[in-house]
């Protein structure tokens, strides 16, 4: 039976807004912006339920599905059901100064004990100058000071004493102590010394000698004396100090008897602030005197009182559920945290209180959802994530120490166990890639979230996308849609994904859709949008972008581009190919041309001779060669050469889209029948002569479209389509208009004789039982052709001078 075109009903599947059950948008309930996902959500709600390691998610799909929509949802109804982490902390480490300890408290307690541990130091610069300003250790440190005073003179009496009953005094000279022998109280004089006689002189020597002796020995035993003094004043310093401290730092602990950590770190607190209780004294000039000679350290740097302070890396309130952390720049530092640094006399400095939290540190305990491109692009970031993910903690590490640029004495801090789980968010090539590519990539993130591209287009889908519009309605502050504007929506998410029978699930083109939707129904002064405000985005969005394709149409209309629209020719046929730019693709038509003649039974294919052809097309022509090859003549050797071109085309040519139009342009060639250039042809075929479904059927049957009616009236025009692709029809009103008028018809074809019977007017034939095909059909011409091509070929291999006649098919 010959072909028929589609009816206009088949050319569009319209969304009946009396079926929707609403009049505008405002009577319906404004939910979430999300279009179901189900199977995905199932995914999601497995992969956060499971606890074991390596079972990371990885939502996989096409940007503008609503991915990080329902996972964040998602996420956050599950983390709002489960324990908040605990807080973290970095404290000083008294035992050494670069590796800062963690400290991990409840939920709240951090900022609880940072306000502690800073009133905590208020008090010590209060109570420890108070304790050595008391009448208590000035009279302690007065007895021991009078204590010494009084063995250093019982020391020197004893001395007089002695020398005294040798006659000898002792006394006291800039330079020191000097003996001196005496008459009649008064010290001698060198000459009175030599005018005494030699014995006595000699007497007077022996005895000084001897005190000098004893001398020495007080002398030698004042400084240790000295030292002993000062050491029970130390003694005492620290007893008084530590009893201030003690008291103050005893009433602190009793409110964290309950964690251990805090205890004995409060401990080395205590034993630390008695160490250097003079850090907590007022300057020099407002010492007590038995603190005189003391000189407080350079005030240049951060007071010392800092290495007490409490570094809440992380704190939380005591309610509100596991975190949920958006990481939009996973960057390294970002990821793991970061130790900044102050410029101090020309050098750049840092302590444990400069330690500042990263992505990770904030989801511990939660989930953490990353951008994986984002994240890849950054460097190391992907290699410390996979690390850190594998070791369960936190190392706090910047690029220089790992790329080793740099050898300066930096912070350790201690790490920080970790425990989150990861959702990573990417293309689908991105997922694939890190399969192949990185074998550890499977070990962590076993849990694949695929989400669809395309909604089964029924009833609940359709009122699905109504509430997607109420929602954005609501969000975005846009007008009400009618109910028929909601119906075009629909009818555009088909649209989008070339299927009457689906629906995209790409939201952010719909919301796009939306919003422009809205600034026209403001430029027609609506109050609510309608169908044609929603008809009028969708056209301004092509004409903003349909430059190239105007530019194409006008130079086929000005002959520059040859396109013929009406007539016959032999051996060329109008093919349709889309174009994609950026988000914009369009149908145009390419002319087709083959030749042939007596050969080696090849075809060849001028695209890919050139380079210009990409696999796939090549594929299609060798696979309409495998066609030609196992149809026609199979009893004589395939003698023909022929060749394929699209012509006037400068760039690749790739698909297989183009494979029937380019088989009929060969048929037409060896049948020496002329095909209608007033119909394109669109689809490929298999080496069994079927019609196989290709993409972008309504570009290519709008762009032949267009081409017709830039030179006028459009009269008789239309393309042939594979009857596979009739389901993806949505063609545009003007096409459906004039198809409806009989102007233009679109023809479904399953089979290469469907479809070269309606290009040249004349049947295909079929093949009877004596193996001949239909008298005067176009396979019998082909093959008669072909025929005569080999017995040519074989009279000429046979050194015939005069070769037989070539069988003519019947004209």
Known sequence: MPVTPLSPNALYRRCDPDQLGFATTAELEAGDALIPQERARHTIEFGIGIRHSGYNLFALGPSGTGKLALIRRTLEERATAEPVPSDWCYVFNFANAHRPRALRLPPGRGNTLRRDMEQLVTDLHRAIPGVFESDEYRTRSQALEEELEERQEQAMGALREMAKEKDVVLLQTPTGFTLAPIRN?????????????????????????????????????????????????????????????????????????????????????????????????????????????????????????????????????????????????????????????????????????????????????????????????????????????????????????????????????????????????????????????????????????????????DPASALGYARFVAAEVHRAALRPFEAAAVAHVVEHGARLVDDNERLTSHMRSIGDLLREADYWAGASDHALVTAADVEQAIRARIERADRIARRLREETTRGTILIDTDGERIGQVNGLAVMALGDFAFGHPSRITARVRLGKGEVIDIEREVKLGGPLHTKGVLILQGFIAGRYALEHPLSLSASLVFEQTYGGVDGDSASSAELYALLSALAELPIRQSLAVTGSVNQRGEIQAIGGVNEKIEGFYDTCAARGPVTGQGVLIPAANVKHLMLRADVREAAAAGRFAIYPVTTVDEGIELLTGMPAGTRGADGRWSPGSVNARVEARLVGFSERLRALRGGDTQAPPTAEPPR
């Open 185 to 457: 109280g008064k010290p001698l004089g060198p000459e009175e010394f030599h005018a005494l006689p030699k014995k006595e002189q000699t007497r007077i020597e022996a005895d000084i000698d001897a005190l000098q002796a004893e001398m020495r020995k007080v002398m030698h035993q004042m400084p240790v004396w000295k030292k002993r003094s000062d050491e029970q004043i130390e003694e005492l310093n620290r007893e008084m100090a530590g009893g201030a401290v003690r008291s103050l730092i005893e009433t602190l602990g009793e409110r964290y008897q309950d964690l251990p950590a805090v205890v004995a770190y409060l401990d080395e607190v205590q034993a630390d602030v008695v160490e250097h209780f003079r850090q907590f004294l007022p300057t020099q000039d407002k010492q007590p005197p038995f603190l005189a000679g003391w000189t407080p350290p350079n005030g240049d740097g951060p007071p010392w009182h800092h290495r007490y302070r409490i570094n809440v890396l992380l704190g939380h309130d005591q309610n509100g559920g596991a975190p949920v952390v958006y990481a939009d720049l996973p960057a390294h530092h970002q990821l793991v945290g970061r130790i900044e640094h102050r410029a101090h006399l020309g050098a750049l400095e840092t302590d444990f209180t400069m330690i500042r939290a990263g992505a990770l540190h904030e989801a511990n305990g939660g989930y953490l959802i990353l951008d994986a491109l984002k994240l890849l692009l950054q460097p190391f970031a992907w290699e410390t994530l996979k690390r850190l993910l594998q070791a369960g903690e936190i190392r706090i590490e910047s690029l220089a120490q790992i790329t080793s640029l740099i050898s300066t004495l930096s912070l350790e801090p201690e790490p920080i166990p970790l425990d989150v789980k990861v959702v990573m968010l990417g293309e689908r090539h991105i997922y694939y890639l890190l399969c192949q590519l990185d074998p550890e990539f499977r070990e962590l993130f076993k849990v694949a979230v695929d989400f669809d591209d395309e909604l089964v287009r």
